[in-house]
C-alpha cells in the first residue's frame, strides 16, 4: 500500500518539477483561497484533536497543537508569501564551456520526495505543502496521532486546492497510523529526504532506523549570555523574550550564563521577572553564593543535567560564568548547535562569540526567537537543521533544491582530451543567462 502511495508521490513530483514558475504559483494561491474556505471545518477538527488530547500530552506538545482561525489566517499569510519568493528552480550556477561547442551548466532541481514526520503540529502541514510546490517536491506526511483530524482536514483542503491547479494532488499525501511511520523510513527507492519535527526522542528514533537522508534537529538547547558589558535593559528584555514568548519552541533559550563581575546585580533584576512571567528558575552554586540571601525568592538549585536539557517549558536553568571563554566553552559543550545569542556593547566580545559559538545560529544582542524561517524572510521553513553541511538553520526553499550538471555538446568525444595528442579543455566561465 505504501509503496503506491510512493510511486503515485514520484511520479506526481516529476511532473510538476517541470511546470513553470507562474503555474506553481498559481497553485499555491488556489491552495491559500481553498485553506479560507475551510477554515470552519479546520478549526473544528482542531477543536476535536485538542479536546481529545487535554491531559493527555505534556503543556509543550498542546501548545503545538493548537491551531485557531487567528493561527491559520496567519499560516495562510505565509503560504501567500512563499509564491512571492524566487523560484529556487531552474537556477543557472555554474555556466562553463569545457571547450568550443561542449558547454556545461549546473542547474537547481527539486530533491523530489519528501517524507515529513511530526508530532502535534498541524500547521507543519501548510508551511510545508507551499513550500513543497514552489521548490517542484512531492510530499508524503506522517502526523502525530493527537493531530490526525486536524491533518486530515488541512491535506483535503490542499488538495482541493490543487485540484484547480495545473499540480497534480498526488503530489501531497497524509499517512495516519503509525505502523506507516516505520514503513515510510524504509521507502528508500521513492523517498529521497526525511524531515523530522518533533521530540528529541523521536529525531533521534528517525535517525537510527533509515538510510534515507535525514534534515532535522533532535535537540534544541539554546544559549543566552549576559556579558560584563552588556546593556542591562537590552538584557531583561532579550532574557525575557528569549525564554517566556514561546517557550515550547525549540528557539526558547534553555540555559542562561551570566558574567561573573555583573551577576549579583543582575541576577537580583532578571530572577524576580522570570518568576513574575511564571518561570521556574534553577541557579547554579555559585549563583546562590552570591545572591547570600539577598533576595527573598525561592530559587531551586541548577544541578549538572539541568544544563544538557530541553525543557521546552517555563524553566530556565542559570549559570554564572568567570568570563567570555568560559561561556563559549559552555555552549559548545552543552548546546545542540541551534541557536546561541549574546548581549554585550562590545563589539569586539561580539565578534569573538559569533566566531566560535559552533550552532547554526548566533545572534548580538537580540532574542534567539528571531532562528525562524518566517522570520528570515522564507516565507515559511520545513525544518531547523542542525548539522554542519547544508542546508544548516532554518530551511527554506533554498534548502529543498539540489543541481544537477547539464553537459551539451555536438559529437564532441572523451577520446580527443586523452593521449599523446590531447586537445586541451578551455575551460572558460560564461556569462550566465
Same mark, same amino acid.
Given at each position: ?75 495562510? =499569510? !505565509? %503560504?501567500?508569501? @512563499?509564491?512571492?519568493? *524566487?523560484? +529556487?528552480?531552474?537556477? $543557472? /550556477? #555554474? ?15 527539486? =530533491? !523530489? %520526495?519528501?517524507? @515529513?514526520?511530526?508530532? *502535534?503540529? +498541524?500547521?507543519?502541514? $501548510? /508551511? #510545508? ?305
Amino acid at each position: 500500500m505504501l509503496t503506491e502511495i510512493g510511486q503515485r508521490t514520484r511520479l506526481a513530483a516529476q511532473h510538476l518539477a517541470s511546470l513553470s514558475t507562474e503555474a506553481k504559483n498559481e497553485a499555491i494561491e488556489s491552495i491559500a483561497k481553498s485553506l479560507e474556505s475551510y477554515t470552519n471545518e479546520i478549526v473544528a477538527a482542531n477543536t476535536a484533536d485538542c479536546q481529545a488530547a487535554q491531559g493527555q500530552i505534556g503543556s509543550a506538545l498542546f501548545a503545538r497543537l493548537k491551531l485557531d482561525a487567528t493561527k491559520l489566517k496567519g499560516a495562510i =499569510v !505565509g %503560504v501567500r508569501d @512563499v509564491a512571492k519568493l *524566487a523560484d +529556487p528552480v531552474g537556477q $543557472i /550556477q #555554474i555556466h562553463r564551456e569545457l571547450d568550443a561547442g561542449l558547454v556545461m551548466h549546473r542547474v537547481s532541481c527539486p =530533491v !523530489g %520526495v519528501l517524507g @515529513v514526520i511530526f508530532e *502535534a503540529r +498541524p500547521d507543519a502541514v $501548510i /508551511q #510545508i505543502a507551499s513550500l513543497a510546490i514552489k521548490s517542484g517536491n512531492g510530499v508524503i506526511l506522517k502526523g502525530g496521532s493527537e493531530a490526525i483530524q486536524s491533518c486530515t482536514v488541512l491535506v483535503k483542503a490542499i488538495k482541493a486546492g490543487l485540484a484547480q491547479s495545473q499540480v497534480d494532488p498526488n503530489v501531497i499525501q497524509i499517512l495516519t497510523t503509525r505502523s506507516e511511520t516505520t514503513e515510510l523510513l524504509k521507502l528508500d527507492r521513492y523517498v529521497d529526504l526525511i524531515i523530522p519535527r518533533g521530540s528529541n526522542e523521536f529525531v533521534k528514533y528517525v535517525q537510527d532506523n533509515t538510510r534515507i537522508p535525514v534534515l532535522g534537529h533532535a535537540d534544541g538547547i539554546c544559549h543566552l549570555f549576559i556579558d560584563c558589558e552588556a546593556d542591562i535593559d537590552k538584557a531583561i528584555a532579550i532574557t525575557i523574550d528569549s525564554k517566556t514568548q514561546y517557550p515550547a519552541a525549540c528557539n526558547a533559550i534553555e540555559t542562561l550564563l551570566v558574567h561573573q563581575s555583573i551577576a549579583s546585580e543582575f541576577l537580583l533584576l532578571i530572577i524576580g521577572r522570570l518568576q513574575a512571567h511564571g518561570v521556574e528558575v534553577r541557579l547554579d552554586e555559585i549563583g546562590h553564593q552570591l545572591l547570600d540571601n539577598k533576595m527573598n525568592l525561592t530559587v531551586d538549585l541548577a544541578i549538572v543535567t539541568d544544563w544538557s536539557t530541553e525543557y521546552s517549558d517555563l524553566i530556565l536553568s542559570i549559570k554564572v560564568v568567570p568570563d567570555l571563554e568560559s561561556a563559549i566553552t559552555h555552549i559548545n559543550t552543552y548546546g545542540s548547535r541551534h541557536t546561541d545569542s549574546i548581549v554585550t556593547e562590545n563589539i569586539t566580545t561580539a565578534k569573538m562569540f559569533i566566531d566560535r559559538v559552533d550552532a547554526a545560529n548566533v545572534f548580538h544582542n537580540c532574542s534567539t526567537r528571531f532562528s525562524d524561517g518566517f522570520r528570515y524572510g522564507f516565507g515559511a521553513e520545513v525544518g531547523i537543521s542542525t548539522q554542519k553541511m547544508p542546508p544548516r538553520g532554518p530551511v527554506g526553499l533554498e534548502g529543498l533544491v539540489t543541481y544537477k550538471y547539464q553537459l551539451s555538446g555536438d559529437g564532441h568525444i572523451a577520446a580527443t582530451y586523452t593521449g599523446e595528442n590531447a586537445k586541451p579543455f578551455t575551460h572558460r566561465d560564461l556569462i550566465k543567462s
